[in-house]
Nanobody
């Protein structure tokens, strides 16, 4: 059974930084791509960033240059470093992985950007 546990969210001022973490269990972590999505109030869940098994990454245009996704295969962790945060980054952030024909989500972690 694959489990993803998100953490690291919180309240931060505009321009600030946060680092989200996702702990994975129950899979051969290193062979799967991992991703972050987010969902703001009243909006659909949207793609934020993805990191492949070879650590190549791609990002939504709205976060490119500000967010960095990374992974530690030995620890079965994936991270999202968020810099220069804006109020429009406020959302619940979810870790995601597609494995063996199934999609798996973390429980989400709230990020609020406000002064």
């Amino acid at each position: 059974q694959v489990q993803l546990v998100d953490s690291g969210g919180g309240l931060v001022q505009p321009g600030g930084s946060l680092k989200l973490s996702c702990a994975a269990s129950g899979s051969i972590f290193s062979i799967y791509a991992m991703a972050w999505y987010r969902q703001a109030p009243g909006k659909q869940r949207e793609f934020v960033a993805r990191i492949a098994r070879d650590e190549s990454a791609d990002y939504a245009d709205s976060v490119k240059g500000r967010f960095t996704i990374s992974r530690d295969n030995a620890k079965k962790m994936v991270y999202l470093r968020m810099n220069s945060l804006k109020p429009e980054d406020t959302a619940v952030y979810y870790c995601y992985s597609f494995q063996g024909g199934n999609g798996y989500w973390g429980q989400g972690t709230q990020v609020t950007v406000s002064s």
